[in-house]
């Protein structure tokens, strides 16, 4: 029994922490694409029913926005088909995110915050480019599948299996990014940076525009929130 309850915890820290990550990302690594187009779909149909309006910035500011986003595609010699730009009004504030298939979204107050300052904007789409280049909306809703699929297995919910596996896309609405996943989207849009004709202080600048905005607690509505908030 002692011997228990040393081991049982020891198990599932290990396991939570280190062995089901490493596992899965690995599983991911190998995986084809043609499966984060599919979840990304999924998942962002339930992002845009609950969070999402038509984008009321004019054409022209996001046809040149757009334009600029596929010149960093093309300076970075990203396929453009990966990937999209698109705009959407919403009660979150400035704020971007990206989802597996390559979809990167842009709130119009965060166009219209740094409307006067493209590279800020730039900077803050090369970090969204880390996470679809490095697949981290896969792999975390892969380790947070994982994770709940052992617990289930420890504790016997195997009912609750059947809810896991088809409710697995939208799960992913209610994992933020870890802090070591943005860590990595951090250090792809520094290392990047350059490459593009940026400086890393835009990084540094836009980091900052967006940590002075006002806090709105009309976004704390619970987890699904705290995915958008990473």
Do not use: C
Request: proline residues 4%.
């Amino acid at each position: 029994v002692l011997l228990s309850v040393i081991a049982v915890p020891a198990f599932v820290w290990f396991m939570v922490f280190h062995g089901l990550p490493s596992l899965t990302h690995a599983g991911i690594d190998m995986m084809p694409r043609s499966v984060d187009e599919q979840v990304g779909k999924h998942s962002f149909s339930a992002i845009e029913y609950i969070y999402f309006e038509p984008s009321e910035l004019n054409a022209e500011t996001q046809q040149t926005i757009r334009s600029d986003f596929s010149h960093l595609l093309t300076q970075l010699k990203l396929p453009q088909e990966r990937y999209s730009l698109e705009f959407y009004h919403s009660f979150i504030g400035a704020n971007a995110l990206a989802l597996p298939d390559g979809k990167i979204v842009v709130t119009d107050d965060l166009a219209r915050l740094m409307a006067d300052k493209p590279g800020q904007l730039h900077a803050i789409l090369l970090h969204e480019i880390g996470h679809v280049e490095h697949r981290h909306g896969m792999k975390q809703l892969a380790q947070t599948t994982a994770t709940s699929f052992l617990f289930a297995m420890m504790f016997g919910d195997i009912e609750g299996m059947g809810e896991l596996v088809i409710g697995a896309g939208s799960s992913l609405l209610d994992s933020a990014f870890s802090r070591d996943m943005e860590r990595q989207a951090d250090a792809y849009a520094l290392q990047n940076a350059q490459h593009v004709g940026l400086s890393p202080q835009d990084f540094a600048d836009a980091m900052r525009s967006l940590a002075d905005l006002p806090a709105d607690s009309s976004t704390d509505d619970g987890d699904w929130s705290d995915y958008l908030s990473t």
